[in-house]
């Protein structure tokens, strides 16, 4: 069964570095997500990417993120200079045009 | 209380058992959908049911939804020992575009 994936699985950066995280979404879905998930809390919204634009962004979604689909297979979120509070685990997710949307199995970076 | 409050938020019962998990949200909705997620890893998409529905059963899963107390559950029946995981609701909000807005989450124990 085609699922989304996601790489590296644990990223550990200094404070202030750019890192890039990468999805891959399942081959035939359309819309793409990016949610986050700091350690105990609740998933939260980041952003949402449709026909190579953001759909829909959340406050969380600074000048300091961005969200790029640099050929046909994957999709980056781009985070310009981490801070701490940065830590968390970053999920992607896809979807085809339903509401039920498919989760990779998430990045946790860890932002020193 | 925020958007997506769930209770309760750990639930511990023997295998044979039914778990029963509550969610509320506060806007107005277009559906309203649950996740399972096991620990550390990535959510997966367990049932849906729409703003217009009042119960959805999945196999062993029964959701119900009463939109006039803005409240749904979700009911397991004759719980495994691999039920152990945590369940979230997620709502997509009434003119969001399709992001999802995460409950808190019930932290299910199933023993044997």
């Known amino acids: 069964e085609p699922e989304v994936t996601q790489t590296p699985s644990h990223q550990v950066t200094q404070m202030g570095q750019e890192v890039i995280l990468r999805c891959v979404p399942i081959?035939?879905?359309?819309?793409f997500y990016w949610y986050r998930q700091i350690l105990g809390q609740k998933v939260e919204f980041l952003v949402s990417?449709?026909?190579?634009?953001?759909?829909?962004k959340s406050e969380i979604f600074d000048d300091q993120f961005s969200v790029e689909r640099p050929d046909g297979s994957n999709f980056t979120l781009k985070i310009r200079s981490t801070k701490l509070e940065d830590s968390a685990m970053y999920f992607c997710?896809?979807?085809?045009?339903?509401?039920?949307?498919?989760f990779g199995p998430g990045t946790r970076l860890t932002v020193l | 209380s925020q958007q997506g409050e769930e209770d309760p938020q750990a639930l511990s019962i023997q295998e044979g058992e039914n778990a029963t998990m509550n969610c509320s949200y506060k806007?107005?909705?277009?559906?309203l959908q649950w996740y399972r997620q096991n620990s550390g890893r990535g959510l997966v998409h367990l049932i849906l049911i729409r703003s217009n529905e009042r119960e959805k059963h999945s196999g062993r899963l029964r959701v119900t939804l009463d939109t006039s107390k803005k409240s749904s559950s979700l009911l397991i029946t004759a719980s495994r020992a691999a039920d152990t995981a945590s369940y979230f609701c997620a709502t997509e909000n009434t003119g969001t575009a399709s992001k999802l807005t995460f409950g808190t989450g019930t932290r299910l124990q199933v023993t044997l």
């Open positions: 081959s035939n879905h359309l819309y």
């Open positions: 806007t107005s909705i277009n559906n």
């Open positions: 990417f449709y026909n190579n634009e953001i759909s829909e």
């Open positions: 997710a896809s979807t085809r045009g339903g509401p039920a949307q498919y």
